[in-house]
């Protein structure tokens, strides 16, 4: 019988940084194993006319039946599994491409949003449990990784995709040293971190219905 796969998509380096800790952090868990599935980490450019390409060819490839898509939010101190995907580009710094959208849509006649369809109640209670700063997130912006997040949920059912969604998470340490006062995750946290999302995701088939969101 042949594994199932959790297909782990990352990104490229952008806004001028040489890393990124999505994908810093990804590549080391392609092909290993976690709750009886086998991951598949792949990087995608981080432009708007390439990205969710790139992310259908992964999807076609690799035939997962749960996708978690990273990507890093420079600024934010904790993990943040994102609620929502609109169906808006708006981006303040241009792509890897040069480009710079400015209010259209991920696509053409598309809802104006999705939800995540990972257990991200669970998921927050674990990093915490085990001692890793999360919480969710209602916003993963205009910029690319939103249009990777929105896409991804827009293909999840012509692939069978029983649970998609994104995942922020900070700077590395190398990157934030750069930045007076930046707020940063250090890689093995980072490994563990994955480690933990990416079982749960597995393994809870609903998520806990604990209090949360945000009051502002
Ligand atoms: N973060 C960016 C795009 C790529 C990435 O890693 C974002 O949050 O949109």
Redesign the pocket.
Known sequence: MTMSTVLLT??EP??GESI?P?WQAATRLDGVDIAGYRVAARCLP?TFSGSLNALETAIADTRPTVVIA?????GRPDITPERVAINWNDARIPDNAGELPCDTPVISGGPNAYFTTLPIKAVTAALQQNGIPASISYT??T??????FYGLQHMAARYGIAKSGFV?IPYLPEQAARIKGAPSMAETTLLTALNIIIETCITQEHDLRTAGGETH
């Open positions: 990352a990104f952008f806004g990124n999505s981080c990273l990507g890093q939010a420079g993963a912006g910029f690319v990784c939103n249009h990777v922020h």
